[in-house]
């Protein structure tokens, strides 16, 4: 997925539902920096990659982007139906 969003450099990533932070892995993978990723959860508990990004825990999505100033230029998240 990561792969089909062809990073580049410039980009800043938003993982709106950052969860254990596997797609933070592997954008760190791909050679982003943790600068340019930001990470948002509802739930508080903290993964293993909140450290190497900017993590927002404990925020609803839909309120955060309602209120944000940040924008981004690749959004990656898992859709649950
Ligand atoms: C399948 S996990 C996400 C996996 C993650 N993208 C990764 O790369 O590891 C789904 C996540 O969505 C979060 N979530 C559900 N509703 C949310 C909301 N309204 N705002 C923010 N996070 C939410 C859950 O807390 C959970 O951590």
């Known amino acids: 997925m990561i792969q089909a969003l062809e990073p580049t450099p410039l980009d800043y990533w938003l993982d709106p539902c950052i969860g254990p932070g596997a797609f933070v892995a592997r954008l760190r993978e791909k050679g982003v920096s943790g600068d340019r990723i930001v990470g948002v959860d509802i739930d508080p508990t903290t993964g293993d ?28 998240a898992t859709l649950h139906m």
């Open 49 to 76: 990659e909140d450290p190497i990004c900017d993590t927002i825990r404990g925020v609803d999505f839909f309120q955060w982007c309602r209120e944000t100033k940040q924008r981004f230029t690749k959004i990656v």
